[in-house]
């Protein structure tokens, strides 16, 4: 399996939002959610919350959860 086809561990989701100054807790507040809420997105399919997550960081949610958002050319 190649590294683009995984998704990412939830701890690079973490770090590629605290590199760019932010928290997982504070884009959910941002985002008018209870402090927490994006966490899920970490660990099962929540597409707004993925969604969020993949604008502040301005990566495709199908590049960070390739599992999730499979190709539409794959067969």
């Known amino acids: 399996m190649r ?3 995984q998704d990412w561990a939830p701890s690079r989701v973490v770090g ?3 590199i760019r100054g932010g928290s ?3 884009l ?3 985002s008018g959610l209870q402090a927490d809420t994006l966490r899920n ?3 099962r399919h929540c597409p707004k919350y ?3 997550i993949s604008d502040y960081l301005q990566v495709s949610v199908e ?6 958002y499979p190709a539409k050319d794959k067969k």
């Open 3 to 5: 590294e683009q086809d």
């Open 16 to 18: 590629e939002i605290k």
């Open 24 to 26: 997982l807790r504070a």
């Open 28 to 30: 959910s507040r941002a």
């Open 41 to 43: 997105a970490l660990y």
């Open 50 to 52: 993925e969604r969020i």
């Open 63 to 68: 590049q960070i959860w390739p599992s999730r």
